[in-house]
């Protein structure tokens, strides 16, 4: 059973950063794609970001409320992977959301792609 743990979340300014974290248990996750989504509230779960298995490609979304601020990237050592989230903005307040996929080269884009998920860490950004 794979089980995924995010944290890292909580209260920031507007124009601060964050850095989420999502480690592994019982998987190793050098070679797991893996991808990073948000649920604002009363709304779906979105993607955020992914990065590829053993190529370590990565994939971002194009919404200009993330775009080129957010940087994903893991950590084999500690077998965990990271959002890196800078300039953040109100409209970024959200529970984020690690998931894990058991084969590359999926949809890494949509909620489908992916077959494990962890519980997920709030975000909230201040005006």
């Known amino acids: 059973q794979v089980q995924l743990v995010e944290s890292g979340g909580g209260l920031v300014q507007a124009g601060g950063s964050l850095r989420l974290s999502c480690t592994a248990i019982?998987?190793?996750?050098?070679?797991?794609?893996m991808g990073w989504f948000r649920q604002p509230p009363g709304n779906g779960r979105d993607f955020v970001a992914a990065i590829g298995g053993s190529d370590d490609n990565t994939y971002y979304t194009d919404t200009d409320a993330m775009k080129g601020r957010f940087t994903i990237f893991r950590e084999n050592a500690k077998n965990t992977v990271y959002l890196e989230m800078n300039s953040l903005k109100p409209e970024g307040t959200s529970v984020y959301y690690c998931a894990a996929s058991n084969y590359s080269g999926g949809n890494y884009w949509q909620n489908y792609g992916y077959h494990y998920w962890g519980q997920g860490t709030q975000v909230t950004v201040a005006s």
């Open positions: 019982g998987r190793t996750l050098s070679s797991t794609p």
